[in-house]
């Protein structure tokens, strides 16, 4: 009898192999994408048993932003950032969970890397899904000076490579390396990403659109038109479309590219800048979802062609299927004139 078995690419092992494809490659960004997976690993290892320990909760300070922090969002920047330091490869972390730049021991390491440890942490104690998110530079261009945060601020279209982590009902983690999109699967019973799906693509078009609507009365007055549009009949454009927000952008996100539809996170009377942090939500979230064939822009202009004035700093999001982002641009362009709240 002829055993016919599938063969299972780790993550380590397709990392390789595509390295492989490019000769005189150092196999330094290779090494740091493998220190991300396993410190994705241990975190994935601790939101899944947080209901059973006590590294639930708020640790008692606040971020840099005025926020909370939770246990895990100090364990999950304490892993990602000592996984880097470890290869000397990487020179300054940028951490949402960190007010400045993080220099690590190689100071002549040719990376920058920006990381949200743990986006969505507020949800975790609901048991709903979390993220990793990070994005990589080179150091440039004044690389035998001191470092300095100026060093870490490029336009997203300068990423050598970006990817998240969701730790949702599996452990996925999806990277780009500007060759398209690979997406993983933790296999707990071998500890190992396996390879699920090479050359990821989102739905040209998507029925679900994805905001917290709560804000409805702070819109601007083109996208309170553009949601109304979403919610209107009309089978055959398949509206009414459908709802769906998580409140952890990278498990919304994940979703869009699955199913297509548009995530927006605006600006707002609240949210002048919207909330979510361009170098290291939307950046690298807008570079995954380009090369799934999708579409980023904070209303107007693309993302990753923002001019970073700070680590920081936030901007609004339009992102997923192109027809989507494509509509709403145009009802935004529309009303323009009336301004937001
Ligand atoms: P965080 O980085 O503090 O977790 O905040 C970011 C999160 C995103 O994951 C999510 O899209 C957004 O905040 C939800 O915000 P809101 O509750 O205002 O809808
Ligand atoms: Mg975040």
Known sequence: ??????????????????????????????????????????????????????????????????????????????????????????????????????????EGGKYIVYLDPLDGSSNIDVNVSVGSIFSIYMRQPRYDQNLVEEDSLQPGSRQVAAGYVLYGSSTILAYTTGLGVSCFTLDPSIGEFVLSNSGFKIPEKGTIYSINEGSYNSWSQGLKKYIKYCQEDDPETGRPYTARYIGSMVADIHRTLVKGGIFIYPSSSRYPNGKLRLMYECNPLSFIMEQAGGTAIDGKNRIMDIRPEAIHQRVPIYIGSPENVKMARSFLEKYEEETVG
Do not use: W
């Open 1 to 106: 009898m002829e055993i016919k078995s599938k063969k299972l690419v780790t993550l380590d092992e397709y990392i390789i192999q595509s390295q492989n494809k490019f000769p005189g490659a150092t196999g330094e960004l290779s090494q740091l994408l493998r220190d991300i997976g396993l410190a994705a690993k241990i975190i994935s290892r601790e939101v899944n048993k947080a209901g059973i320990t006590n590294i639930l909760g708020v640790h008692g300070s606040t971020n840099v932003h005025g926020e909370s922090v939770k246990r895990l969002d100090i364990f999950a920047d304490q892993q990602l950032i000592s996984a880097l330091d470890r290869s000397l490869i990487t020179c300054m972390v940028i951490s949402e969970e960190n007010d400045g730049i993080v220099r690590l021991n190689s």
